[in-house]
């Protein structure tokens, strides 16, 4: 497997026989960088949506092998994760620094060697999958105390280490990496729903949860509503069905569950990829999915917008949703604030052609297999489906009109299904627009509404069982031993 080598500014000292080095903004720059290759990014990825967040991400856009990916990329920023990594490394820290009597120690690991305490290197590279590491410790009260881990860049390099960062990287390319195990557990039939009554809007309204909580003896469950203060609960339970918004906390909800073996829906990983359009466009291109003509925006090609795709067109930040941070562009006055306000918050944009609609299809997915499918009208008057308050006004949304599967064109749930299925076997929701005979994906998104009176017009009460009965099942196949198949 060919190794690709991204740096965030060019670097004549990194020469790596038998790899590319390429800098970031040519990597994201360059969609025929695809193909079966490990990318090992060596830039700063510590900015949220910054160029090195993006070139992990869109490593996994195009089947690629990024280190770090996102999932390491996330879990660096999350302190529960510092304090599990602490206790699992603290035996072989104790023993390692045990002579050490400063108050404080610096470890930084270059794909998992140091030239003086390799075993602990060793380890910290097996359960943090970043390239360039910086471990700090402390010692209070006699005891190694792990205070951060951060990930470097190669900016971050001083010259002297320079040398032995290029030997760590020759032999890195030279091996193969040991892949992550997965955990595994047994444990009780009860699923915990996850949803925050402070939430608006929410993805599954209160008498949507109550339905689920009173299918789940149906399918041979319980199912209790959790809210985000019961984060210590979870061993509690065998499943999380996560009904909020998968951002900050609940996010960390979802890590818990994933790394307790248990089914999680929704899963990490699809959070990640369904969370960002960039990487959703890639995954959608790269598998020749048919999408509004798109282009993916950066500083340099800002001038491109217009005669790519003409006004008005369709400028979203790339962690947008529910329709927020997406916005019609009519004038290029316009698009110039527009953008120049964006690319404050994400180093990417997106742009997409303008095709007006009176509805988007909405194809329910799930393990795989449609499980509803209905039209989203857009808001009286609105160009959304959700037309955003104004002045402390609620929002106003568009109907919603359920069919069956059958009723629906064959072309919508079967490009609904491919798209949904490069992602996962979790729950997601595929957004189509129709334009005569033509199909387009917009997007698939993780946690799709599921609210009484709207997505269950048609199915009703099998609505909740279906999705519930999943759950049993994978919670039988965990306590038999039965290993999950892994997405995509």
């Known amino acids: 497997m060919k190794t690709v080598i991204v740096t965030d500014q060019s670097q004549n000292w990194i020469e790596i026989p038998d790899a590319t080095v390429l800098t970031a903004r040519r990597y994201l720059a360059a969609p025929e960088n695809e193909g079966r290759a490990q990318v090992l990014n060596l830039c700063r990825t510590g900015r949220y949506q910054g160029r090195g967040y993006y070139v992990s991400l869109l490593a996994e856009a195009r089947g690629q092998r990024p280190i770090p990916d996102v999932k390491t990329v996330e879990d660096l920023r999350s302190e529960p994760f510092v304090r599990t990594l602490e206790a699992e490394i603290q035996p072989l820290v ?161 890590r818990k569950a994933e790394s307790l073996g248990m089914p999680v829906v929704d899963d990490p990983e699809s959070v990640l990829k369904c969370g960002n359009k960039v990487f959703m466009q890639e995954l959608l291109d790269r598998h020749r999915i048919a999408t509004p003509r798109t282009l993916i925006v950066h500083r340099e090609n800002v001038g491109e917008i217009v005669a790519t795709l003409g006004l008005p067109c ?42 007006p609609s009176d509805f988007d299809w909405r194809v329910g997915v799930y393990d795989r297999r449609p499980l509803f499918v209905a039209k989203y009208f857009m808001a009286p008057g609105h160009w959304k489906i959700i037309k955003e308050g104004e002045g402390g006004q609620a929002a106003v949304e568009g109907k919603t009109e359920a069919m069956t599967i059958g009723e629906a064109p064959e072309q919508v749930i079967s490009t609904a299904l491919r798209a949904a299925n490069l992602v996962g076997r979790s729950l997601y929701g595929a957004d189509l627009k129709q334009v005569g005979n033509r199909i387009y994906v917009i997007e698939v998104n993780v946690n799709p509404n599921i609210d009484a009176g709207n997505e269950d017009q048609v199915l009703g009460e099998a609505l909740y069982r279906e999705i519930l009965g999943v759950f049993a099942r994978r919670i039988a196949e965990a306590a038999e031993g039965v290993e999950q198949r892994p997405a995509p």
């Open 94 to 254: 104790e023993e390692t620094l045990h002579h050490d009597q400063s108050e404080r120690f610096q470890l930084e690991v270059f794909l998992g060697k140091h030239p003086t305490h390799q075993a602990l290197a060793e380890q910290l590279f097996a359960k943090v999958r970043a390239p360039l590491l910086r471990a700090i410790f402390t010692r209070a009260e006699g005891r190694w105390r792990l205070e951060g881990v951060q990930a470097l860049g190669l900016a971050d390099i001083p010259l002297q280490s320079r040398a032995l960062l290029v030997e760590a990287v020759k032999a890195f390319v030279a091996e193969s990496p040991a892949p992550k195990r997965q955990n595994a557990r047994k444990d009780r039939p009860r699923v915990a729903i996850l949803w925050d009554p402070s939430e608006d809007p929410r993805p599954s309204n209160e008498e949507s949860l109550q339905r689920f909580v009173k299918a789940a003896p149906l399918v041979g469950l319980e199912a209790e509503l959790i809210g985000p203060d019961a984060l210590e609960r979870l061993p509690e339970f065998d499943a999380l069905f996560n009904r909020a918004g998968p951002e900050g906390l609940i996010y960390e909800f979802l």
């Open 314 to 355: 369709v400028l979203k930040l790339p962690d947008s949703g529910f329709g927020l941070n997406v916005l019609k562009i009519e004038s290029e006055e316009s698009l110039r604030k527009e953008t120049e306000r964006f690319f404050t918050k994400s180093e990417l944009l997106i742009a997409q052609e303008w095709l």
